[in-house]
């Protein structure tokens, strides 16, 4: 090498060396201003959330000024933010902090002043000083808390709470803004926990709660999250409201009948049954059942797992093979198992999807036991022969898609859904499942992107979708007792080695929530308080005995009668029936009809006694009993009324058979009837009117009639009550081929049917 080309490379390598200098000066002579919220490093504005406000700060310039060669070696220390030159910190290590540790001030002796993080953006800095200039030293989140030591102002007179960070095996110093974080006073008390939770902003009713599961699970983490929707509003659109009937179902046999709801005539009062929906197995679930689930203090408690309602579904690394082991216990997913022939390990597959896909195995695992329990359903039999189709190889573990509709049983809707080969612009989630693998992946996918990535990220949230978008509506159940279930198969991969863990749980808060929880509902048995007969004698009941009206109306005309009530369902009572005297003019008696449950239902039964005197009716036609006959056919209801009469002061109307008033145009039928009234607007007589060969009551005797009377022979259609008197022609008691002979020689006109 000659000394010219030396002499060159040395001063390149003193000018590449001078360059880095320079640059590290560059560095550190002015370290950016920024929102004091993450370690991203983009440029621009940052707005960060402080409290209900909103903070925007700018990127300051970073150029130094009259920087030359000459200086580009040196070090420079940091530009301070005051005249006054800080005392620098040692700087630690910015580590991310985790997410909780066990809590730390159950034993104060003096009110403590902690920092509560309130920022959403994730992560949030800790600086080494008050001000943004100041190196990050550690990174935290929203709701984790800190000792605050003191207060501090930067250059620009904005608060920063100093901390101290405990860490397992160190703690150190550091400052957290304002803008990001609140300053609190913990009280010395009884709960010092409680009272902890309720500065995070738990109600009372929560923090009590969660204080006896902090005994027992120490290290436990409880996020407080306000939905901002009020309680009467959620409860109204999560329990069946009218315009999403089924959004919540229950067991249609099994549990208390007042699991089950009475709305939308949810209970049939005829037919003394539910509703049946999706399939027959399901019914309404009651706003009281519906409420006690919607109400997340029920399953704030150490003794059961249901908290794992709201334990975060993300994979985080605490899921172990073990765990899942431990879920599938029992279950056609247990190694050395396999129902089905399966050469793989479940639980290291799920494990691998939960892994790769970062959703919870856990969470998959306790989906699939609930939705296929033992591996008996169709859907992960790989030969379920549906209605419509045969679904050889075909496999649905989580039953996505799986409802009743189109001639299709639950089960075959949801293999058809996973036997598809969505078009090239949709979300295939790795359809169609023709591989039991391919179908635990990709129903895994599915709820990952539909789920878990929309913020429904719990059991609770899954069921009940109060936080993200499409309200109420984007929820993957409608069995209300679902989310529990899949909790309580989610608790089984828990040990106790698990629970010592830190672990996240999300729990929802709801404005204007009842003071204590909402019970779960005990009323049992059934609630039918219905009447199938109401009798007052010989009296007519008006109106005729239904399942809706509970006031009803009679005449009579003795001053004693029987009142008899029989209800639909034999495990009712009846209280109030019974034989009365009455007074003349108006009686009120009621009855009480109490229900299997202790339900109660009362009926009136308003009787009018009055002796009518003769209310036979003078005229030419046939009056026998309560028939009235001798009326030729095609006459006129004007032409009847002109040849019939009563005493004075009878009230009486003619009405067809259907009960609307007669006209005066309208032909007479075979049917009609004089109605004789009482003062109180009741039935107190009926008389009915009868053709003789008006068979149809139609108030003519033509081949319709013919074929009634022939049908009724060759027992096609049978003629009952008014309709085989009027097919009797002959008066003999039966309707036969005379009677058919009759008809046919009126019709001909060879021999008319004498009325």
Not at 23 to 28: I, R, T, Y
Not at 147 to 170: C, F, N, P, S
Not at 260 to 274: G, L, T
Not at 618 to 646: C, H, M, R, W
């Amino acid at each position: 090498m000659n000394r010219k080309t030396a002499s060159r490379k040395h001063a390149v390598s003193v000018g590449v060396f001078a360059m880095l200098v320079f640059f590290l000066c560059l560095f550190f002579l002015k370290i950016p201003a920024r929102a004091d919220i993450s370690s991203a490093e983009d440029p621009g504005e940052v707005t960060t959330a402080a409290g209900d406000e909103e903070v925007t700060t700018a990127e300051e310039s970073t150029a130094p000024e009259n920087t030359t060669e000459e200086n580009t070696e040196e070090t420079t220390e940091p530009t301070s933010p005051t005249e006054t030159e800080p005392e620098q910190p040692d700087y630690h290590e910015a580590v991310e902090i985790p997410l909780s540790s066990p809590f730390t001030y159950g034993n104060i002796t003096e009110d403590t002043e902690l920092v509560f993080v309130t920022g959403d953006q994730t992560p949030i800095n800790v600086r080494g000083g008050a001000g943004t200039e100041y190196p990050v030293v550690g990174k935290t989140r929203k709701w984790q808390s800190f000792r605050q030591l003191d207060t501090e102002t930067d250059a620009e007179g904005k608060i920063w709470y100093k901390v101290l960070i405990e860490l397992e095996d160190e703690s150190y110093e550091g400052y957290i803004s304002s803008l990001v974080s609140r300053s609190v006073y913990l009280s010395v008390g009884e709960d010092p926990f409680a009272s902890y939770l309720i500065l995070m902003g738990f109600p009372e009713s929560y923090a009590s709660r969660l204080s006896l599961v902090h005994a027992q699970y120490q290290a436990w983490f409880f996020i407080p999250t306000y939905t901002g929707i009020d309680w009467a509003d959620a409860l109204y659109a999560e329990a069946n409201p009218d315009h999403a009937v089924g959004i919540s179902l229950t067991y249609i046999s099994k549990g208390p009948s007042s699991y089950r709801s009475m709305k939308h005539n949810n209970f049939d009062w005829e037919a003394n049954a539910w509703k049946g929906y999706d399939g027959g197995n399901w019914t309404l679930a009651s706003d009281e059942l519906v409420a006690y689930f919607l109400d997340p203090r029920n399953f704030l408690s150490p003794y059961d797992d249901s908290i794992f309602l709201f334990l975060n579904l993300l994979y985080d690394g605490t899921q172990t093979e073990e765990g899942i082991r431990n879920i599938v216990r029992n279950s056609f997913m247990e190694d050395g198992k396999h129902k089905y022939g399966e050469s793989f390990s479940y639980p290291a597959e799920f494990l691998r999807i939960g892994q790769e896909l970062g959703i919870s195995p856990y969470y998959l695992v306790s989906t699939v036991l609930q939705e296929v329990s033992a591996g008996g359903s169709g859907s992960v039999s790989g030969s379920y022969q549906g209605n419509l189709s045969y679904y050889s190889g075909i496999y649905n573990y989580y039953n996505i898609g799986a409802y009743t509709h189109g001639g299709m049983t639950a089960v075959e809707s949801g293999l058809q859904w996973a036997s598809a080969t969505p078009a090239a612009n949709a979300n295939a989630y790795n359809r169609p499942w023709n591989d039991r693998i391919k179908a635990m992946e990709g129903g895994a996918r599915y709820f990952v992107y539909n789920y878990i990535g929309r913020g429904q990220n719990t059991f609770y949230y899954k069921k009940f979708n109060v936080i993200g978008a499409s309200l109420y509506t984007h929820q993957y159940m409608t069995n209300i007792l679902g989310a529990y279930s899949e909790a309580v198969y989610f608790g089984r991969a828990y040990d106790a080695s698990a629970r010592a863990a830190i672990l996240s749980f999300d729990i929802p808060i709801y404005n204007n929530m009842p003071e204590q929880p909402c019970p779960l509902p005990t009323k049992d048995g059934n609630p039918n308080t219905r009447l199938q007969k109401l009798t007052a004698g010989d009296a007519v009941i008006s109106p005729q005995l239904n399942v809706n009206d509970t006031e009803y109306s009679a005449a009579v005309f003795t001053g004693t009668v029987t009142v008899l009530a029989e209800t639909i369902d034999a495990g009712a009572q009846v209280e109030g029936a019974g034989t009365f005297d009455l007074t003349e003019g108006k009686n009120l008696i009621t009855l009480t009809v109490t229900a299997e449950n202790g339900d109660t239902r009362e009926y009136h039964l308003n009787l009018w006694y009055e002796d009518p005197g003769d209310l036979t009716p003078v005229t030419s036609y046939t009056v026998q009993g309560d028939l009235i006959s001798g009326i030729e056919p095609g006459i006129s209801a004007a032409e009847f009324k002109e040849n019939i009469s009563f005493a004075d002061g009878v009230n009486w109307i003619l009405s067809a058979a259907d009960g609307e008033e007669k006209t005066d145009d309208k032909l007479m039928q075979t049917g009609d009837r004089i109605q004789i009234l009482s003062p109180n607007g009741v039935v107190w007589q009926t008389y009915t009117i009868l053709i003789y060969g008006d068979v149809n009551g139609d108030g003519m005797i033509d081949i319709f009639d013919l074929v009634g009377v022939r049908n009724h022979i060759i027992q096609t259609a049978e003629l009952a009550e008014i309709s085989f008197l009027a097919g009797d022609v002959n008066r003999d008691g039966t309707v036969d081929i005379f009677d058919l002979v009759g008809v046919r020689n009126h019709i001909i006109q060879f021999a008319l049917i004498e009325q």
